[in-house]
């Protein structure tokens, strides 16, 4: 697969456009000439591990950054005009409130800056917190809290969502609830811009995803169309009683790779229909006992891997910034 | 801010940093229970104070000042910057030095709720008078809270955390505590700290919020004091708004350190236009008695047994006599500065030594010395204020601090002390008679 190159983009339709992004931190290059588009309406995801630069990319176009070079348009507006900052939405990672505010007093603080604001009711009963309204920010649960933020962030009708980690640090139940919001503030034709470092979240969540690298933007698509245009193969494992013969393993059609394990056979394949079908046969003719079989086809992790030539770090199932 | 929205928006801000304020277990104590623990210890040490604790309002107020603006603020500053609260505020449409605005408002008026306590306080407790002049104690808190905020705002810059934001209140309260007239008195520091505490801020608080709680006083004369202030808090305030942080982890660019030193150069500055304009005069220990005599007091003073005004002790020309040549002199007693001291009565003792000196130096104008004493006594001073220390002058020879020479008038001679404070008696009771009109001008 071609790594995608940096999208020239200045689509007048686009909803958040970013041409040539440069942000240095004295020597270290923290994002290095990004250029991407978001369609209105879409959900785009920027995956990559800890240090990649997602979040100062998220920085630089919430205007928390200055760039060093490059451009930023929020819905054609330059994002240094004042009315630019007025259509974006952010959540960002690692905030907090003060300990002794409570869900009400933190949406009307925020919702009465801007013309246009959902009124605290409504996103209370919304997100699901009007239980707590009252209660202090500390009493809140992880899922709460993050219910709150997301609240914020959409208060003053966003055209654009920014969205730093939003599922980092929560149990699963409380990440599918997040992610369920997200998409119903997607549905109203809001742009979603978020990143993650979780390949579920990128997956389940985005339309379309960048990621990101040391700095760089080094594919752009759809997950489906990152792990169809990989070059990296399904892989088979299977395991019989008594162990199949290499001879019988190593003839099978359209196996491009095999090797044994303890798990047993280990096969690589861009055909899997075939390869099963005919491991199937060769099992059944070899009159052995077929005891596991498993299938597993190319991921996120593998096209990282692909596209970078490094792993997924193990150490990136913890939240991080960029 | 531009719009209405955002108008809404900062006062919203406003009103829940008072709200959250006062919800806040921690700064309730730090804010409201620590000053009346000083008001309490205040109350014992000085209790045979009369009336109680007047005399020493100043410094607790100040004290309770202090604490609200350069712990309060920052404290809550940094804490909120160490959460990401700043950091989510700046993508607000607002500009941040607006609520950091908001923020210091507020705790100018939480600092406002804790003095007006303490007043309170005082006066049930203790009994202690309330200020004479309310006008004026509005105006003198506004400048000494405004001075302290703008250095609560500039540790709020330099802290990384809040442990920090401790440790550099600490360097500024405690030397102002100690040997910065605030906490112990500056009457009884020694000399060399009395001078020291010319360069903190602390003192000048202390001696603009204290005058409100005499009648006669107010705020008039302390212009310098609250020019110390203003200056002081505007460096700070200034310095503070350039380094402000909004990020936990944002570092502090190497041009700090000059904001940082413009800040404490205004400590400086102020000090060494105290120290050479006069101001840093060493204040004796029993220096403020003079407020305390009363009318009763003078009434018990006689003018008997005087020398007679041409008589070769304590000579005193009559009031036509005021030839040409001593308009120069006239002149030259008008600007001396220790005649124009804050502490009116030591000014108007500097005064009376000055004739004293004359007299016993046998200078050829020691009459017309005397004589231009008391034109400048009752031409630079309150009536009042004058008779208090004249009497206080007949009653504690011993008090204040006497004035042996007086080379800036040509008085070069050096009589002995205890000689010019005799000698002080006998013309404070000469200028005091005509003053109560029981001596014929």
């Known amino acids: ?322 | 801010m531009s719009t209405l929205p955002e108008w809404k928006g900062w006062v919203r801000h406003f009103l829940l940093t008072i709200g959250l304020n006062f919800s806040n277990p921690q700064a309730i104590v730090y804010g409201y229970l620590v000053p009346v623990f000083f008001l309490v210890a205040f109350g014992s040490v000085f209790r045979s104070d009369t009336p109680p604790l007047l005399s020493r309002m100043g410094q607790i107020l100040t004290i309770t000042i202090l604490g609200g603006a350069c712990f309060g603020l920052p404290t809550a500053l940094v804490a909120e910057r160490e959460r990401g609260i700043w950091r989510r505020y700046r993508l607000l449409p607002i500009s941040i030095s607006w609520l950091v605005l908001s923020a210091m408002i507020a705790r100018l008026l939480i600092v406002a709720s804790a003095v007006l306590i303490q007043i309170a306080l005082a006066r049930a407790v203790y009994g202690t008078p309330l200020p004479a002049r309310p006008g004026a104690a509005a105006l003198a808190f506004l400048f000494v809270t405004g001075a302290f905020l703008g250095m609560g705002l500039l540790i709020a810059a330099l802290a990384d955390n809040v442990p920090a934001v401790q440790a550099l209140g600490q360097c500024i309260f405690l030397p102002m505590i100690l040997i910065g007239g605030v906490g112990v008195p500056l009457e009884v520091l020694p000399a060399w700290a009395q001078r020291v505490a010319g360069f903190m801020p602390g003192r000048y608080a202390v001696e603009v919020l204290q005058p409100c709680f005499d009648a006669r006083q107010g705020i008039r004369g302390t212009g310098f004091r609250l020019g110390a202030l203003a200056v002081i808090g505007l460096a700070a305030g200034i310095s503070g708004t350039k380094l402000f942080r909004w990020e936990a982890g944002q570092r502090i660019g190497r041009p700090a350190r000059w904001w940082v030193a413009a800040g404490l150069a205004s400590w400086g500055m102020v000090g060494l236009v105290a120290w050479r304009t006069g101001k840093l005069q060493p204040v004796p220990a029993d220096a403020r008695a003079w407020n305390t005599i009363t009318e009763a007091q003078m009434g018990q003073i006689g003018f008997d047994g005087l020398p007679a005004d041409n008589d070769f002790i304590a000579a005193l020309a009559p009031s036509h006599s005021d030839p040409e040549r001593t308009k120069v002199l006239a002149g030259k007693l008008a600007v001396w500065p220790p005649g124009q001291l804050d502490d009116s009565g030591q000014s108007i003792r500097n005064l009376v030594c000055v004739a004293a000196v004359a007299d016993l130096s046998e200078d050829p104008r020691e009459a017309e010395i005397a004589r231009l004493v008391y034109q400048q006594i009752r031409r630079g001073f309150v009536p009042a204020v004058a008779r208090q220390a004249l009497a206080w002058i007949i009653l504690g020879p011993e008090d204040g601090q006497a004035l042996t020479k007086a080379p800036e008038l040509g008085l070069f001679r050096h009589p002995p002390e205890r000689l010019v404070r005799q000698r002080s008696v006998v013309y404070a009771k000469k200028y005091l008679g005509r003053a109560l009109g029981k001596i014929p001008e």
């Not at chain 1, 798990?263 to 003719?285: F, I, K, Q």
């Open chain 1, 1 to 322: 697969m071609h790594p995608v190159a940096n999208v020239a983009a200045s689509s007048i339709d686009a909803a958040v456009s970013v041409a040539g992004l440069w942000k240095r931190y004295g020597a270290t290059e923290a994002v290095r000439g990004i250029s991407f588009e978001v369609a209105p309406g879409e959900i785009f995801g920027l995956l990559g591990p800890n240090g990649a630069g997602k979040t100062t990319t998220l920085e630089c176009i919430l205007g928390l950054r200055l760039p060093d070079s490059g451009s930023i348009r929020i819905n054609g507006l330059d994002i240094k005009a004042s009315r630019a900052k007025r259509l974006i939405g952010a959540q960002l990672q690692a905030a907090a409130l003060q300990d002794k505010i409570t869900p009400r007093q933190a949406l009307e603080l925020f919702g009465s800056f801007y013309p246009q604001s959902f009124g605290a009711e409504e996103l209370l009963l919304r997100f699901d917190i009007e239980s707590k309204a009252d209660a202090a920010f500390a009493t809140l649960s992880g899922g709460q809290k993050q219910r709150l933020f997301l609240a914020l962030a959409v208060i003053n009708r966003p055209a654009v969502l920014v969205l730093d980690e939003p599922g980092a640090g929560l149990d699963p139940q409380a990440r599918r609830t997040i992610h369920s919001l997200i998409r119903e503030v997607a549905a109203e034709g809001r742009t979603v811009l978020l990143s993650t470092h979780d390949l579920e979240e990128a997956h389940r969540l985005c339309g379309r995803l960048g990621i990101m690298d040391s700095g760089r933007l080094v594919a752009v698509a759809s997950p489906a169309e990152l792990i169809e245009r990989s070059q990296a193969t399904t892989r088979v494992t299977v395991r019989t009683a008594p162990p199949l013969a290499s001879s019988a393993v190593g003839t099978l059609p359209e196996v491009t790779g095999a090797r044994f394990d303890e798990s047993g056979w280990v096969l690589e394949t861009r055909a899997a229909n075939h390869v099963l079908a005919d491991l199937v046969r060769r099992v059944d003719e070899a009159g052995a006992q077929l005891l596991d079989l498993e299938l597993r086809r190319p991921s996120l992790e593998d096209v990282f891997i692909e596209l970078t030539g490094r792993p997924w770090p193990v150490d990136d199932a913890r939240g991080g910034a960029a």
